[in-house]
């Protein structure tokens, strides 16, 4: 954003790079908030390199509200399936290896069952998975950037720690302007990447879209802006989706 973005670490960056070596690009797909589309911009993305020959594999390491007898109807089956796998047990593993049954905040769900998110090990499960990567790599957070994963560390710990470029999914319903503008000055204060702010339409909203992205245009230098006007559940073509899986 203009006149905005320190790092907080100054001067050398004591991270290793995990996502800067050759080949097709690994990106973090956040959001603003929950239910602001990230899964739908991600299937969108796979289907868009799926139909172009390009090899992609995607990733939702944790998941809440978890149900294993309907895999198909939650993200993690919804991301198998654009990816073209099975809904086994091994494959919903190999995916989303954190799952709590509860539909709360991961730090929440994590103490109602006892068994909270293990931060270290998330972290290194996304390292591991981007460097044996044979190609395009997105890996979806949960809900907005700032959501608790357990009693000390948000998804923003869990990105900069795997210090990738992100996607930041937001909607185009009242207040969005202020989310995405408020988690793009978070994103830029931790010098992290960001690759594209996509808008995704929200159902009833009374804010037009364009309106919407065109705002976030104006404040905002050198990161894409991509308009996605809400569309069928599956719907992979789309330019909006083709220009986000351009970056990859």
């Known amino acids: ?6 790092a907080h670490h100054n001067g050398m960056d004591p991270r290793p790079r995990i996502g800067s070596d050759a080949g097709m690009t690994a990106m973090f797909v956040t959001g603003t908030g929950n239910d602001v589309g990230k899964t739908f911009v991600v299937r969108g993305v796979i289907r868009q390199l799926r139909g172009r020959g390009v090899a992609v594999d995607a990733l939702k390491p944790v998941i809440t509200g978890f149900d294993a007898q309907t895999v198909h109807l939650n993200d993690t089956g919804r991301l198998l399936m654009a990816l073209g796998r099975a809904l086994t047990p091994r494959q919903i593993n190999a995916v989303s290896p ?8 991961p730090d929440h769900a994590g103490r109602v069952e006892g068994r909270p998110v293990d931060f270290k090990a998330l972290n290194a499960f996304c390292r591991n998975a981007v460097s044996r990567r044979k190609g395009a790599l997105l890996i979806e957070g949960c809900g907005g950037i700032m959501a608790p994963l357990d009693d000390r560390h948000t998804v923003l710990d869990w990105m900069i720690d795997v210090d990738l470029p992100a996607i930041l999914v937001t909607g185009s319903y009242a207040g969005a302007l202020s989310h995405v503008l408020t988690a793009l000055d978070v994103l830029e204060r931790n010098a992290l990447k960001i690759a594209a702010v996509v808008v995704n339409e929200t159902t009833g909203s009374t804010d037009p879209l364009a309106d919407t992205a065109n705002t976030v245009r104006r404040f905002t230098d050198a990161i894409e802006v991509v308009a996605l006007p809400r569309l069928p559940d599956g719907t992979p073509e789309h330019p909006a989706l083709a220009a986000v899986a351009d970056l990859m």
């Open 98 to 105: 954190f799952r709590l049954r509860g539909d709360f905040a």
């Open 1 to 6: 954003m203009r006149g905005r973005g320190t």
